[in-house]
């Protein structure tokens, strides 16, 4: 009887590990998952740039120094390392210069009528929203994942999983985190 | 979120819910194919005095293998055949400004979903809407109205794609698919067999010995109730399905603000749609619980009360834009965007 009841205990606790287990290794491949799909959305708008700027370069010529600073973020960006916090970094200040270079190709009404500009424009502007809407998943999804690992008792398996803290895509700071918003405002084609 | 219900849970109440319709119309297909049976199982007992004369339920059978049948189809096909029926085209290379900010924004909303990229229909009609179908999100199918696309910004076009969205997150789509295959079904069976009685009604008839006993009252009784059923499983069926789609509406609201991080934007695009109220004239009653706002332009959906909570699709607009923009006030007042006050 005693044995049985043993027995029925190691079983309950294997499933349970392995459940655990398998629960871990899927939230971190989702993780992974999550942060490849930033990845691919970043390198749509390196690609994207240079289009832009070679469009915009003969009307604009006034603004060489915000053109020249997007091409600066944008060859940092692609420099940067691999890491969550050096690219959140170089590719937050990218942002930061396309927001700069919309608003400024606002006040050029022969361009903003151009269908060529509208039309990369839209596609920039749909890239750094998809930068966004990647990155608002990846971050949900890895807090879920370092929660479960952190949670008793998960935690347990933790390291059986290999399982490790990932890190958060955090904007550097308030004045970055509030240049989205100046591009959403621009995305309205009308009022 | 503010939404009562976290992801899981609403998927989790789709499955057991899809499981329970399930559950529901077998019980109902085999009362009305089994009923009948049994009503011609008495009627026949009755009247041979214990020798039993009706031996195979040939209605059952019949009735269970074309309910089977042409429910699979209706499964498979449904989605399809949705998108057929409103004149639906897909956009497979978007010429337009405005069409390819649709398709930005569906691959956007695919992205903050982390689901596939669900395919982008347009359907040229004047009035505003939007509706979205499939089984699952691999199958899924977001359309909109050329209405809606030259009415809102950006910013709400994102909002109203994030709502259908929502529905196939949530696994909206996959119970509204099944749920319009069987009432499809029931509505067949239902118009196929009244017309199979009229011809048949003489094998309960009374020619039998003059009396009959209990068995043939209680055949009777089965009988009454049997064609009593068959002739209102049409209307119970719709309104059921009405009530399914109904209190999903809310959710999607709510999930489309959880993937924009902008309520307000779904509460000003509902606005609009709502102040170009006119029929959907492409949009047929068929597909009229799927859209994001009631396409037949019912006054029934604008109320709230009794009647309106059994024959609406749709919850009251101005409900929906009230708790969004609670949504949006909450949002502004975590962000400590609020004027003090």
């Known amino acids: ?191 | 979120m503010t939404a009562g219900l976290n992801l899981f849970e609403q998927q989790a109440r789709n499955r057991r819910l899809t499981v329970a319709w399930l559950a529901l119309f077998i019980l109902f297909f085999a009362w009305l194919g089994f009923g009948g049976d049994l009503a011609f199982y008495l009627a026949a007992a009755s009247r041979t005095e214990g020798q039993v004369a009706y031996r195979f339920p040939w209605i059952g059978v019949v009735v269970t293998s074309i309910a089977a049948i042409v429910a699979w189809v209706s499964w498979r096909k449904g989605p399809q055949q949705v998108l057929w029926s409103t004149g639906a085209r897909e956009l497979v290379a978007p010429q337009t400004l405005e069409e390819k900010q649709l398709v930005n924004v569906v691959e956007e909303m695919a992205i903050a979903a982390g689901l596939p990229k669900p395919k982008t229909y347009v359907i040229d009609d004047p009035d505003p809407n939007a509706f979205a179908t499939g089984r699952d999100a691999t199958t899924a199918c977001i359309a909109v109205t050329t209405g809606l696309l030259a009415v809102v910004n950006r910013e709400e076009l994102q909002a109203v794609v994030a709502h259908e969205m929502g529905h196939v997150r949530n696994l909206d789509v996959r119970l509204m698919t099944l749920i319009a295959s069987l009432v499809g079904v029931i509505v067949v069976l239902s118009n196929g067999m009244g017309r199979m009685l009229r011809g048949s009604g003489s094998l309960l008839g009374g020619r039998g010995r003059k009396g009959g006993g209990p068995l043939l009252v209680a055949a009777a009784i089965v009988f009454v109730l049997w064609v009593i059923t068959l002739i209102l499983a049409p209307f119970i069926s719709r309104i059921m399905a009405m009530a399914v789609s109904r209190d999903r509406e809310y959710l999607a609201d709510a999930t489309g603000a959880e993937l924009t991080r902008n309520p307000g934007a779904l509460a000003s695009a509902l606005q609009k749609i709502e102040t170009h109220e006119a029929p959907t004239t492409h949009i047929k009653e068929g597909a009229a619980h799927l859209c994001i706002a009631d396409p037949l332009g019912r006054d029934v959906n604008l109320k709230d009360g009794r009647l309106a909570d059994l024959l609406a699709t749709h919850p009251p607009m101005a409900k929906r834009i009230t708790r969004l923009k609670g949504m949006a006030f909450q949002q502004l007042k975590a962000a400590g965007q609020l004027p003090a006050s």
């Open chain 1, 1 to 191: 009887m005693g044995l049985i009841v043993f027995l029925i205990v190691v079983v309950v606790v294997l499933v349970w590990v392995a459940s655990a287990y398998n629960g871990l290794i899927a939230l971190k491949n989702q993780t992974v998952n999550a942060w490849k799909q930033i990845d691919v959305q970043l390198k749509r708008r390196h690609d994207l740039i240079p289009n832009l700027v070679n469009t915009v370069k003969g009307s604009m010529n006034f603004e060489k120094d915000t053109l020249q600073a997007v091409v600066d973020a944008r060859s940092k960006a692609m420099a940067s390392g691999g890491g969550v916090r050096e690219t959140a970094a170089a590719e937050g200040a990218l942002t930061g210069a396309l927001g700069k270079l919309f608003v400024v190709m606002e006040r050029y009404p022969d361009l903003k009528s151009s269908q060529n500009v509208r039309d990369l424009q839209e596609e920039l502007s749909s890239t750094e929203n998809k930068i966004a809407f990647a990155r608002q998943l990846y971050n949900d999804v890895a807090t879920g994942y370092n929660t479960k690992q952190q949670q008793f008792p998960t935690n347990l398996v933790a390291g059986l999983a290999k399982a490790e803290h990932a890190e958060l895509w955090e904007l550097e700071d308030k004045a970055e985190g509030a240049v989205p918003q100046v591009d959403l405002s621009l995305q309205k084609p009308q009022g």
